[in-house]
């Protein structure tokens, strides 16, 4: 039983790199602490512990890490540092020799992080505590509000595939996830506390079903039947998971949104094989049109890496080309980097930095144009939107069921209500100025 008075009182802060996921699990992490006796720190006041949850996807990640945790010592001197998240699992002896952190808890260990405290001492040197890959088997329940109206509801944790250039599986373990049951009662919990709209997470919730026997298509089904949730968003699929059955579900559901991510990755088949990748450019294409076929006003938003080793010039202009043909809205670019342990770097060919930014330059713009022929097509229409909270006086900001960002004019009676509103043209930073619509 863990003595929880040393807690009274006690403040902190909450620093959160990467993820949905990883966002999802700091919420309920500070769940824990605030049920403790622990409550967040104001701003601008020095805090009793700093949690950082970290992101390890790429090594400019691992770097933004690292600045995190000095940023926050310097800012909170005296505070107990706690650093868990995949960056800590992956590197932890490299974490806790980092001035200021007390302790580095691995995969398997952050939902127990009250255990780690003790008395909020600091430790003259950080101390370590993870579990080998083979020994992370447990899935911490996550169901947290975000900043704004929507709940982020974790279903599933861990990684089967081990892409080659990839390091996830690594740091989140084997596949892994909560059972339906469980997953539908967080959701009317949600409901309960003014939940509108849920997110559903995890590192590859396709695969959801490993631990319990389930499917994804069961989940979502019983997602669908929750009352007073009005909106469900699925935050990223794999193409091979994304099964025709899902597709034509949502197309007819009553919650789910018209709103699609999948990673894509590479356009080029053979950079996809050196990827290690479960599906071809055909298959992807084909999840495309399907989607468009049933919904054709969905948002389809797609992950491309570009520079990967392998990726000649000729490789890459096949991948350009694919993509540029495909009917979707956005494009989410990432420059590859090199991940120590990864099967990636036995493939010949290296691309260098500057090439890597050309190609991303080039993967931007052709994103640009999409989403703004996306944008254009609904200029003129009366949507729904769900309007979040914003401050007096500021505008307030929601998105249409397709995932249109919309700025109406602020009244604190709209917070968290759904309206119709009429789209007009877009502003810079690709939000819709619109009015509310009362025809």
């Known amino acids: 039983m863990i003595d929880t008075n040393i807690f009274q009182d006690k403040t902190a802060v909450y620093y959160t790199l990467g993820c949905k996921l990883n966002f999802s699990e700091t919420s309920t992490i500070g769940k824990i602490l605030r049920e403790a006796g622990v409550r967040t720190a104001r701003k601008g006041e020095k805090a009793d512990i700093c949690v950082v949850n970290t992101c390890s ?13 000095h940023r926050l010592v310097k800012q909170h001197p005296g505070a107990f540092v706690v650093v868990t998240g995949c960056y800590a699992q992956l590197k932890p002896d490299t974490v806790a020799k980092i001035e200021g952190v007390d302790v580095v808890l691995g995969a398997e260990q952050k939902k127990d992080l009250l255990q780690y405290l003790g008395n909020l001492q600091k430790h003259g040197t950080g101390e370590a505590y993870t579990s080998a890959l083979k020994d992370i088997h447990s899935f911490a329940p996550s169901c947290s ?3 704004r109206t929507r709940f982020f509801l974790k279903v599933q944790d861990g990684c089967d595939y081990y892409c080659s250039y990839c390091t996830i599986p690594f740091a989140r373990g084997r596949s892994r996830n909560g059972s339906i049951a469980s997953l539908v009662e967080q959701a009317r919990q949600a409901a309960a506390e003014g939940g509108r709209e849920i997110v559903l997470t995890g590192v590859n919730i396709g ?18 039947e929750v009352e007073g949730i009005e909106r469900y968003r699925i935050s990223s699929i794999e193409p091979n998971l ?16 018209p709103h699609f991510h999948i990673p894509l990755q590479s356009g080029s088949d053979e950079v996809l ?11 992807f294409a084909s999840k495309v049109k399907k989607i468009k076929e049933a919904m054709p006003d969905s948002f389809i938003g797609v992950d491309v890496i570009v520079g990967t080793r392998g990726e000649t010039e000729e490789y890459f202009e096949q991948a350009y080309e694919f993509i540029k ?9 990432f420059s590859y980097s090199e991940r120590p342990g990864t099967q990636a770097l036995k493939i010949d060919h290296v691309v260098s930095p500057a090439e890597k930014h050309v190609r991303s330059q080039r993967l931007l713009e052709l994103s640009e144009e999409k989403t703004r022929a996306f944008y254009a097509r609904h200029i003129g229409q009366a949507m729904p939107v769900l309007l979040e909270r914003s401050k007096p006086g500021t505008p307030m900001h929601g998105f249409t069921p397709n995932y249109i960002r919309v700025e109406v004019p602020h009244d604190d009676a709209l917070d968290n209500q759904v309206v119709t509103v009429r789209l007009g043209d877009f502003n810079e930073d690709g939000t819709a100025l619109s009015g509310i619509y009362n025809s």
């Open 57 to 69: 996807v790429t090594e400019v990640a691992d770097k933004k890490c690292r600045q995190a945790i």
């Open 145 to 147: 509000r975000g900043d």
């Open 207 to 224: 695969d959801f079903g490993k631990t319990t026997g389930e499917t994804f298509f069961d989940l979502v089904k019983a997602l669908d």
């Open 242 to 257: 994304l099964t025709e059955e899902i597709i034509e579900f949502v197309s007819r559901s009553k919650r789910f949104m």
């Open 273 to 283: 094989k050196l990827m290690r990748r479960r599906y071809d450019t055909a298959l």
């Open 325 to 333: 043909g495909l009917d979707v809205t956005q494009l989410h670019v």
